[in-house]
T-cell receptor, first 112, second 113 residues
Framework: TQLLEQSPQFLSIQEGENLTVYCNSS?????LQWYRQEPGEGPVLLVT?????EVKKLKRLTFQFGDARKDSSLHITAAQPGDTGLYLC????????????FGEGTQLTVNP | DSGVTQTPKHLITATGQRVTLRCSPR?????VYWYQQSLDQGLQFLIQ???????AKGNILERFSAQQFPDLHSELNLSSLELGDSALYFC????????????FGPGTRLTVL
């Protein structure tokens, strides 16, 4: 059983469309991170959300942490081809050397 | 540029061989993490070092080992390589802070033939 479930697994949309991807768990977390990974590159940290209900914006990307701190969403407005990539959510496991556990990711393709 | 460097970028070798992957963390980061990413497995945590000492172990095979040196760079040693070890190997570093935000290197693509 995955600690973090991301959905959808794959998403292919046209430029200009809006989209939302999700990261869910049955556990409560103190914080959650979102990363984007482009083909052949390492993941890049986008944002860390900490407070239940928190909303953070990064240009056209809006991140929300659920009120109960068990889920998070990433909404992209007017997607562009440059948004193409693998979007990963991650949580810090307090009991294992503070390592991060990653979800399987959502592979987003934005077609021009 | 994350500030984390990894060498080599690409590595092609044969089954049964041994290779060493190298990572230099961001300046000031004491923690180094190694991950394996294959098409069917996602990003899998292998091992973490903090200031030269092993801190956490994940799904790391006994054929694999790692160490972190006094200058904080780290090496991942893979031995008795099998076809299934072909993958991207990433190193990440972090400040051991509240959220443990990690900064990833560009990765080493290992191909075992």
């Amino acid at each position: 059983t995955q600690l973090l479930e991301q959905s959808p697994q794959f998403l292919s949309i046209q430029e200009g469309e809006n989209l939302t991807v999700y990261c869910n768990s049955s556990s409560v977390f103190s914080s959650l991170q979102w990363y984007r990974q482009e083909p052949g590159e390492g993941p890049v940290l986008l944002v860390t959300v900490v407070t239940g209900g928190e909303v953070k914006k990064l240009k056209r990307l809006t991140f929300q942490f659920g009120d109960a701190r068990k889920d998070s969403s990433l909404h992209i407005t007017a997607a562009q081809p440059g948004d193409t990539g693998l979007y990963l959510c991650a949580i810090k496991e307090e009991t294992s050397g503070s390592r991060l556990t990653f979800g399987e990711g959502t592979q987003l393709t934005v077609n021009p | 540029d994350s500030g984390v460097t990894q060498t080599p970028k690409h590595l092609i070798t044969a089954t049964g061989q041994r290779v060493t992957l190298r990572c230099s963390p961001r300046s000031g980061d004491l923690s180094v993490y190694w991950y394996q990413q294959s098409l069917d497995q996602g990003l899998q945590f292998l091992i973490q070092y903090y200031n030269g000492e092993e801190r956490a172990k994940g799904n790391i095979l006994e054929r694999f080992s790692a160490q972190q040196f006094p200058d904080l760079h780290s090496e991942l040693n893979l031995s008795s390589l099998e076809l299934g070890d072909s993958a991207l190997y990433f190193c990440a570093s972090s400040v051991q802070g509240a959220y443990n935000e990690q900064f990833f290197g560009p990765g080493t693509r290992l191909t075992v033939l």
